[in-house]
């Protein structure tokens, strides 16, 4: 064998940097990080719970200023309750006390969906299941006092006379609660729980 020859590597000797890694040293991301237990949240997490509680807020906002442009055709007082049995008007309130008292009960349900972000963590079935029911809540209460005081109210404006508004009707009440169940779930369904 010439000296040529034997100078010429080998297909052994010619190393190079993938040959220095196998395929045991080649780690993705995924490998990186482990389990990817780890990993931040998807920023859409973030945009959805914010969506959360917004929506309460809007809501709460927008059927404020919708009474506050009704309240120069509204009697004062106005009827806030009616009788079950007689439909006579059992209870008058000024019209600003009747505002008041929807604005203050409505703002708890914006804590409700605080809360229910501040709940929905990572690793707790239990304590998803109790974020999820404390959004839909939230949601749901919201829209049926909104509505309710709405519907309410709406019966007595041009009134000279609350005495004379007549009991919103069975039928709206229904509504009323079908539709807030149904807004319930769709607030249960966008709460978005860390993975």
Same mark, same amino acid.
């Given at each position: 064998? *010439?000296?040529d020859?034997?100078?010429? /590597?080998g297909?052994?000797? %010619?190393?190079?940097?993938?040959?220095?890694?196998?395929?045991?040293?080649?780690?993705?991301? %995924?490998?990186?990080? #482990?389990?990817?237990?780890?990993r931040?949240p998807? /920023?859409?997490?973030?945009?959805?719970?914010?969506?959360?509680?917004?929506?309460? =807020?809007?809501? =709460? +906002?927008? *059927?404020?200023?919708?009474?506050?442009?009704?309240?120069?055709?509204? /009697?004062? !007082?106005?009827?806030?309750?009616w009788? !079950?049995?007689?439909?006579?008007?059992?209870?008058?309130?000024?019209?600003? &006390?009747?505002?008041?008292?929807?604005?203050?009960?409505?703002?708890?349900?914006?804590?409700?969906?605080?809360?229910?972000?501040?709940?929905? &963590?990572?690793?707790?079935?239990?304590?998803?299941? +109790? +974020?999820?029911?404390?959004? #839909?809540?939230?949601?749901? =209460?919201?829209?049926?006092?909104?509505a309710?005081?709405?519907?309410?109210? *709406?019966?007595?404006?041009?009134? $000279?006379?609350?005495?004379?508004? %007549?009991? !919103?009707?069975?039928?709206?009440?229904?509504?009323?609660?079908?539709?807030?169940?149904?807004?319930?779930?769709?607030?249960?369904?966008?709460? $978005?729980?860390? $993975?």
């Amino acid at each position: 064998m *010439s000296d040529d020859e034997r100078s010429l /590597p080998g297909p052994a000797a %010619a190393k190079g940097p993938a040959a220095a890694k196998g395929p045991a040293a080649a780690k993705g991301p %995924a490998a990186a990080n #482990g389990s990817g237990k780890n990993r931040a949240p998807r /920023p859409a997490t973030g945009v959805r719970n914010g969506v959360l509680i917004a929506i309460p =807020i809007l809501v =709460i +906002a927008a *059927s404020t200023v919708v009474m506050m442009v009704w309240l120069p055709s509204l /009697p004062d !007082p106005v009827v806030t309750q009616w009788s !079950p049995t007689t439909g006579q008007p059992t209870s008058l309130s000024s019209t600003t &006390t009747a505002v008041l008292s929807y604005v203050v009960p409505a703002l708890f349900t914006v804590l409700l969906a605080v809360l229910a972000v501040l709940l929905e &963590t990572r690793g707790s079935v239990v304590r998803r299941g +109790a +974020a999820r029911f404390t959004a #839909g809540t939230s949601w749901a =209460i919201t829209v049926f006092i909104s509505a309710g005081t709405l519907v309410m109210l *709406s019966g007595q404006r041009g009134l $000279e006379d609350a005495s004379l508004a %007549a009991q !919103p009707s069975g039928s709206g009440m229904v509504v009323g609660v079908v539709l807030a169940v149904m807004v319930g779930l769709g607030g249960a369904t966008l709460l $978005e729980p860390r $993975e």
